[in-house]
Each structure stands twice: as C-alpha cells, then as structure tokens.
C-alpha cells in the first residue's frame, strides 16, 4: 500500500455534502481512495509521495463526462458537414465512418481520452454505435485502459437503415440478434459493478431514428438481468428528433421512452433539448438522468435544453461534450462554462445557474447519471480522482477574490495536475500515461485516409 500527501492547496473544493471550500487544504490518499481531507495543520505531514501546491493551486474533484463518440475526432470540421443540423449533418457523415477501422477507433479513443484528461475529465461514458470492418468495443476499451481513464463503455448499435425508415444507411446497420448476442458478451466479459471500478459496460441502441422498439425493450431487459448496467440513448434532439418520433410512434420522446420500458433510475438520455414538461417531471419523479451538451447543441442549433427546469424537478443533469464532429472539442471545463452561460441566456436571467451549479452538473450531477456512488466529491472513502489548476495564469488575473467561480467565469483550456484512481496521469501539464506526439500524428494519418479515400 502506498500513500499521497497533497497539500498547500490554496482553495481545495470537496464538492461534499456542505460543499466545503477549504483554505489552505490537503488530501491524503492511500492506494486509490482518499483517507482524509481538511487543512494542511490537520493532516499528516509525510507520506510515500508528497506534492506541495505552494498555495497556488485549485484542487477540485475529477470531472465526469455523460456523453461522447470517440471515434469523431477522427471527423471534425468536416467542410461538407459544416453548417448541416441534426438529420443532415448525420446523413453527411454516415459514409465517412462507414470506412471505420479496428486501428481507427482504438486511436480515436486515445485522442478523445487525452483530450478529456486533460481538460479535467476523469470518469468518461462513450457511446460507440458504428462497427464497420471488424471494429469492436474491445478496441476502445483497450485504448481507454492503456491512458487510464475512468470508463463507462457503450455499446451503441443501429439496426433500422433507410431501407426500413430509419435515418441510416443500410451499410451500417447490424441485425439485432447479434447486437444483442455482443451486447451480453461484452457485459459477461468487462462489467465491473465493483465501487471504484474503472470499467464498466453500458447498453445503449443509438436512437429512435435507428433501431426498433424490439430492440430498446430487449437491451432493457437484458441489461437489468445484470447488476449495474445501466442504459443510455440519444432523446428529443432537436425538432426533427420529435417529428419523427409522432410519425414513426405516434408518441412524443418521452412518451415513447416510457413504453419502451426506457425510464428509470438506471437509463440516461443524451441531449433532451426538446423535452416536454410532462416528460420533464416524469424524469424526475423515476430519477432518469439526462447528459447535456450545449456545444454540440448549439453547433447544429437544435435549440437550448430547459436545464434550469429539469433541476426545479430534480431531474439528474450531467454534462457531456457529445461527439467531436458535433462541438468540435472535448474540452470538458469549457462544456461547464458554456452550460452556465447557456442557462442564463435560455431563462434570460442572469442568476439562473452560478458558477457552483456548473461545478456541480460537472462533477456530483455526472456522477449521479452514471450511477456512481464513488466520484465526484473529495471525501473519505471516494476514489482518489482530483485535479489541480495554478492560478498563476493570465486568465485567472484579478479573479482570486473566488477562485472556486474563476474555473467557471473565466477559460480554462487545461489542467496543470490530474489523478485517477490514485494513478498520476496529467503532471505539469503533461499527459504522462502515453506519448502524445505520435498519436496526434497518427491520429491525422487516419483522419485523412477516412475523408480522401
């Protein structure tokens, strides 16, 4: 057993149940769980390891991420794609990634992993729904385990193609019988339901435009055949995502959801900009999370999600970067900041989220979606997941009278340390778990043979 001494924080945020700030604080560590928390006079003054913050740093909880497709970053900024919505910029970019590889989203999944880290991100969800050419799950999760990143692992599928309705090529579409056949063998093979397990499997049909309602009612019960897996989709995107729920079910989202058997304390939906108000209060009474995105939102203008009305219900929120061909970054603090500025121009009401909240959709709000009991605040007994930030920057000039709202109100593009599970990852602002140049290049070789070939 080893043990961390972190101390000299000058602002440690624990997120706790009182949601202390603790001036001149220290967090002792012992393997990968926090042993103790409070000032640095408090704690014990040795350990294996020691990192002295010199009273300039920011210590605050590991970031979770709700929402994301790794393999993306291999599609951003497409031109084709560019100014497209929803339904367009999908039929767009559908042929693209139909020429996936097993290389390509391992490679991905470290690009978008780094990115993450190093943004703050410490717990992520991905949502791979796409397996052309023998790609498979396992390809990201080794990529994931490799960085050392917290993961929930999606299996996403597609199983109607235009051919039968849906939105999709029929190129990309699986059958349903061997979505669900992987879908088990993925759960018997990688599930850990352990507390602070660092892989766990989520099922998850890719939307209501792209499977069938057999299909979600299957994946539901199988899925809770098994303790701790937990269900995900995309839902009431944006106004074509309604449009064709009352043409396809003649249901709204919410209401189809519920028939599929699709709400609940262990199923989470993606995006929810259009949600009705009845759904909204059904999510809150059934405690079924949403993951917003408000960049990816924004970039195809689906609209602004009522998020300051599904928190009046207690609707679980965390964020989600969502797909980097739909933000065009992974930029986890950034998400915080755009969703608190996001709420307060949507309710034009300027105290309609505080910076705090933003902090909190991105840490307790993302944990509470995931289902996690482990992340998210900086107490005894949770998992070692934290990150420091040095206030000695240009962007946090002036601002140190709240340097807790300055990670909010003013831009944080990275992270100078991060820890997951006791693990060191991102030191003096380095990702040290992996060599980033030649994945970076490798990365753009394969982004290139995607689009030109």
């Known amino acids: 057993m080893s043990t961390l001494l972190v101390k000299n924080i000058h602002t440690l945020v624990t997120m706790d149940a009182t949601r202390r700030e603790i001036r001149n604080g220290a967090l002792l560590v012992r393997d990968n769980r926090i042993e103790q928390v409070g000032t640095t006079l408090a704690l014990p003054q040795t350990a294996d390891e020691v990192l002295d913050l010199q009273d300039r740093f920011v210590v605050l909880p590991g970031l979770v991420n709700t929402h994301h497709h790794f393999y993306q970053t291999l599609t951003r900024a497409v031109p084709a794609a560019q100014n497209c919505d929803l339904f367009n910029w999908l039929q767009t970019l559908y042929p693209i990634w139909a020429k996936l590889t097993p290389r390509a989203v391992y490679v991905s999944a470290q690009m978008a992993a780094a990115e993450l880290i190093l943004s703050g991100c410490t717990t992520a969800s991905d949502h791979l729904y796409v397996y052309p050419n023998g790609s498979r799950l396992d390809d990201e999760i080794q990529a994931i385990q490799e960085i050392g990143l917290r993961f929930h692992a999606s299996r996403g599928s597609m199983s109607v193609g235009q051919s039968q309705g849906g939105l999709p090529p029929d190129s990309v579409v699986e059958p349903e019988a061997e979505i669900l056949k992987d879908s088990q063998r993925l759960i018997e093979q990688y599930h850990d339901n352990t507390r602070h397990a660092m892989l766990r499997i989520t099922l998850a049909p890719c939307s209501p435009f792209s499977v069938s309602p057999d299909l979600m009612r299957e994946s ?193 593009n990275t992270v100078d340390y991060s820890f997951i599970n006791g693990r060191k990852v991102v030191d003096q602002g380095r990702i040290i778990t992996i060599e980033l140049e030649p994945l970076v290049e490798e990365h753009n070789k394969l982004a290139a043979q995607l689009i030109h070939s």
């Not at 970067?321 to 121009?345: C, H, K, P, Q």
């Open 220 to 412: 539901a019960a199988l899925a809770r055949a098994y303790p701790g897996i937990r269900l995900h989709t995309h839902l009431a995107e944006n106004k074509s995502d309604i449009e064709y729920s009352l043409a396809t079910f003649g249901m709204t989202p919410g209401d189809y959801a519920e028939s599929v058997g699709w709400v609940g304390a262990d199923v989470w939906h993606a995006h929810c900009v259009q949600l009705d108000d009845r759904a909204i209060q059904q999510f809150g009474k059934t405690g079924t999370g949403v993951a917003h995105c408000p960049c990816s939102n924004m970039r195809l203008a689906s609209g602004m999600a009522p998020i300051r009305k599904m928190l009046n219900h207690q609707v679980p929120v965390g964020l989600g970067v969502d797909g980097s061909a739909s933000n065009d970054t992974s930029n986890l603090l950034n998400e915080a900041r755009i969703a608190f500025l996001m709420a307060r121009v949507r309710e034009l009401d300027a105290s309609a989220m505080t910076a705090r909240d933003a902090l909190e959709l991105a840490t307790l709000g993302g944990a509470k979606v995931l289902g996690r009991d482990d992340v998210g605040s900086l107490t005894a007994g949770m998992s070692a997941d934290f990150i420091a930030i040095n206030l000695d920057r240009p962007e946090f000039a002036g601002a140190l009278h709240d340097p807790t709202a300055a990670m909010i109100f003013c831009q944080v």
